[in-house]
Nanobody, 126 residues
């Protein structure tokens, strides 16, 4: 069983930056692909970025790819999401998720992930 705990959310002004962290425990972190998703009130959970187990492959959702960077530190069992030039529409609860890395494509759909954190709130003020 893998436990995921996100941190780093908060209130930020438009144009600001945030670095979200996700700490994993209880499993073999090095074997998991990791993803970041977000969910705004009344909207479906949407994909932001994913990274392979070794960190060599990444995938981003097009509208945010120029403002986002996903990374991981397997020695620390952590995955990160750096987001820059934040906009009010980035306001949402941000989740990290894990799925065993089978070596095929990086997963982008929430249903493809097995483990989820509790989420961290990001609010961007205008």
């Amino acid at each position: 069983q893998v436990q995921l705990v996100e941190s780093g959310g908060g209130l930020v002004q438009t144009g600001g930056s945030l670095r979200l962290s996700c700490a994993a425990s209880g499993g073999s972190f090095r074997t998991f692909s990791m993803g970041w998703f977000r969910q705004a009130p009344g909207k479906e959970r949407e994909f932001i970025a994913a990274i392979s187990s070794g960190g060599s492959r990444t995938s981003y959702r097009d509208p945010v790819k120029d403002r986002s960077t996903i990374s991981r530190d397997n020695a620390k069992g952590a995955v990160y999401l750096q987001m820059n030039s934040l906009k009010p529409e980035d306001t949402a609860v941000y989740y990290c998720a894990a799925v065993y890395d089978s070596g095929v494509r990086l997963r982008t759909r929430p249903s493809e992930y097995n483990y989820w954190g509790q989420g961290t709130q990001v609010t961007v003020s205008s």
